[in-house]
């Protein structure tokens, strides 16, 4: 029925694993350097690290339908390779939310997969954004929403909201894919946003695309058919 509800939970340890299956929320708030081994939460979640914070074990939300998963790091925040956030429940799955914000850096693991199922994606960084190869963000009909001091995507990010911003990638350096082949950014029935100040080289698959490049160095998106730039 939660854990550190109110006021929250202080700890000062290494190493956490969390599973709340019934109601209620969690709210942790560790003072130095934490790795998430493990995490499953019905209700809502905010996990705070004073330092680093690396989620080094799978995330399963089953159960969670409607529910909002905040991850926050004091310096840096890392998603270590090969994770999954999913629900373990395929036949019946369940849409949430996830606020991920660093004070440092913020990197997506090579062949992590961040599936949301309906649920809004969030991936704010006050330094750089790294998403590496072979890692998916999916999130159905949720939105994308991307910041760092620069940016590099490689994998995949795939939306199928309908709005203008289904995915929205801001930087203000650049936007890059790593000269990667895959389609970066797939907002098929929506909009993307891309504000950069100094060039972006993507590969999109989208319906409408509103980019500013406001400073300097060249833009140059690959886009894989029809597109309307508004």
Avoid: C
Avoid at 19 to 32: A, K, L, V
Avoid at 50 to 75: E, K, P, R, S, W
Wanted: proline share 0%; glycine share 12%; hydrophobic share 35%.
């Amino acid at each position: 029925s939660g854990i550190g509800r109110l006021d929250g939970i202080e700890t000062d340890i290494d190493r956490l694993t969390v599973s709340n299956t019934g109601s209620g929320n969690i709210n942790i708030s560790e003072n130095d350097n934490l790795d998430l081994q493990g995490f499953n939460s019905a209700g809502s979640a905010i996990v705070f690290a004073g330092n680093d914070f690396t989620v080094n074990g799978n995330i399963d939300v089953d159960g969670a339908n409607g529910a909002t998963y905040q991850f926050l790091a004091n310096n840096n925040l890392s998603l270590i390779n090969d994770l999954q956030i999913t629900d373990s429940t395929t036949a019946s799955v369940d849409a949430v939310n996830y606020d991920l914000r660093s004070v440092g850096t913020l990197t997506v693991g090579n062949g992590s997969d961040i599936y949301s199922y309906g649920g809004n994606v969030n991936l704010d960084a006050t330094g750089s954004f790294s998403k590496n190869a072979n890692s998916i963000i999916n999130t159905g009909s949720g939105t994308i929403d991307i910041r760092g001091s620069s940016v590099s995507l490689q994998g995949n990010s795939i939306s199928t909201n309908t709005s203008a911003n289904a995915i929205e990638v801001t930087s203000l350096a650049n936007i890059t894919d790593g000269s990667n082949a895959q389609t970066d950014l797939q907002a098929t029935a929506g909009g993307i946003i891309l504000r950069s100040a100094t060039g972006i080289t993507l590969d999109i698959d989208a319906a409408s695309l509103d980019f500013i490049n406001s400073t300097s160095g060249n833009v140059t998106i690959d886009e894989a058919d029809a597109l309307d730039i508004t």
